[in-house]
């Protein structure tokens, strides 16, 4: 018997070394390590430190280079590595990691691709990725949101600059600026003195204000929180439903196991 392995158990063995916790929990390491580089190349340091550090970085570098390659030869269908938006992510982050920072062309660029490094930690962590994928699920729903919210704001900009462009044209002179103000007020940056401005000339202007912070702080607020936990727990449900029926399908496959050695051993009895 031949003891090399066939493709198809290497390519096996890869991604179980690839979703052990000893590797994920190495690729995390590398990741903070990473990140505390980048943070302490914005201190002024001693030359030798920075040297260390950037020893440290090419290091890293080279890490993610065999590691995005490691990914590669374990994803069992080559042409889809790509397809999945993480990996394509974390290969355009890693390519651009090899530009030279010595370069003076490209130091931005390289230095930027750097930093969003750190953010392959949400690529790495399933939790974060689950919620940076219900938030992008979510964009379309909070769109309609957003889009409402806008309306609210551009009929009480209209009506703050219609009523209130006399008490202070600086906050209130057109429309524009009076939806600027509109967001502090929402932000609860100092709003109260806006409206005790306005409240001299209008004493019932409260109401403006109370009725905005309202519908923006409380309500617009809630719908955008309910939409993303909606998707959430849609998400959640699909991942159950899908690790049931893997569940279930692993299930099947060991009773058609089971079946196939009863049969074989039926067989051997009846001669």
């Avoid at 390519?95 to 750190?118: H, K, Q, Y």
């Avoid at 609860?188 to 109370?210: G, K, N, Q, V």
Wanted: net charge negative; with cysteine.
């Amino acid at each position: 018997m031949s003891s090399e392995l066939s493709p198809s158990s290497a390519s096996e063995q890869l991604r179980r070394i690839e979703s052990s916790k000893l590797f994920q929990g190495i690729v995390i390491a590398i990741i903070i390590l990473s990140a505390l580089t980048i943070g302490a190349k914005t201190y002024d340091l001693p030359p030798l430190v920075e040297q260390g550090l950037t020893g440290m970085d090419n290091a890293i570098t080279a890490f993610f280079l065999i590691e995005i390659l490691f990914r590669f030869a374990a994803c069992p269908t080559k042409r889809r590595f790509l397809m999945d938006g993480w990996n394509l992510f974390d290969t355009i982050v890693v390519i651009g990691s090899l530009i030279p920072l010595d370069n003076s062309d490209a130091v931005l660029l390289g230095r930027l691709l750097r930093v969003f490094r750190v953010l392959r930690l949400v690529s790495v962590v399933p939790e974060l990725r689950f919620l940076i994928n219900s938030l992008l699920k979510a964009i379309p729903r909070m769109g309609y949101i957003a889009l409402l919210m806008f309306i609210i704001f551009y009929i009480y900009a209209a009506m703050g600059a219609i009523f209130f462009a006399s008490v202070d044209p600086d906050l209130w002179g057109d429309v524009a600026i009076a939806m600027l103000t509109l967001f502090r007020v929402a932000t609860f940056e100092d709003w109260t003195d806006i409206m005790y401005a306005t409240m001299e000339p209008y004493p019932l202007s409260w109401l403006y204000y109370l009725t905005f912070i309202f519908l923006t702080a409380f309500v617009f607020l809630n719908m955008m929180i309910g939409a993303i936990l909606e998707v959430m727990s849609e998400e959640q449900n699909a991942q159950e439903a899908q690790k049931a029926h893997a569940e279930r399908d692993e299930i099947v496959k060991q009773l058609h196991n089971v079946q196939h050695k009863l049969d074989e051993l039926t067989a051997k009895l009846e001669r």
